[in-house]
């Protein structure tokens, strides 16, 4: 839900600016922020901002449906605004680089499942681990 403005809606919830900055931060971003990045960003900003403030507004982000919280290879997790199409993601062993992709084949398959099992899918995750270009290069030296 966005506001008249075109921002995120935080519903309810008051729009503080150490808020505003971090839900900025993850809008800007192109990537996949982990908390630890998200929260040097934000200190490069808001000097005064701490990691518990940033861990407790990714929580409230993601109760609010702003951001998808997401598992990678790693023991962290990383956060992503809530994108307005589904997509997916290939995960590069090597460096460790996020590639994200859509495909029909998965809403095909979504809907051929629900079908034959009488299942609502209300969410689909696709993650594939391979190797991208660069990685791909050394990895075969």
Do not use: W
């Not at 908390?35 to 403030?53: H, M």
């Not at 997509?87 to 095909?108: M, N, Y």
């Amino acid at each position: 839900m966005r506001t008249s403005t075109g921002q995120p809606a935080l519903t309810g919830k008051r729009a503080t600016s150490q808020r505003r900055l971090l839900l900025d931060l993850i809008l800007q971003n192109e990537g996949h922020l982990d908390a630890d990045e998200l929260y040097r960003r934000a200190r490069e900003q808001e000097s005064t901002i701490s990691l518990s403030t940033v861990y407790r507004n990714l929580k409230l982000f993601k109760e609010l449906g702003l951001v998808d919280e997401l598992h990678f290879a790693e023991a962290h997790h990383h956060y992503e605004a809530k994108a307005p199409a589904q997509h997916h993601h290939l995960v590069c062993l090597g460096c460790g680089k996020v590639i994200e992709f859509t495909s029909p084949l998965t809403e095909r398959m979504k809907s051929q499942i629900q079908r034959e099992n009488d299942f609502t899918v209300t969410g689909t995750e696709v993650r594939m681990k391979g190797y991208c270009a660069r990685c791909q290069t050394s990895h075969t030296e």
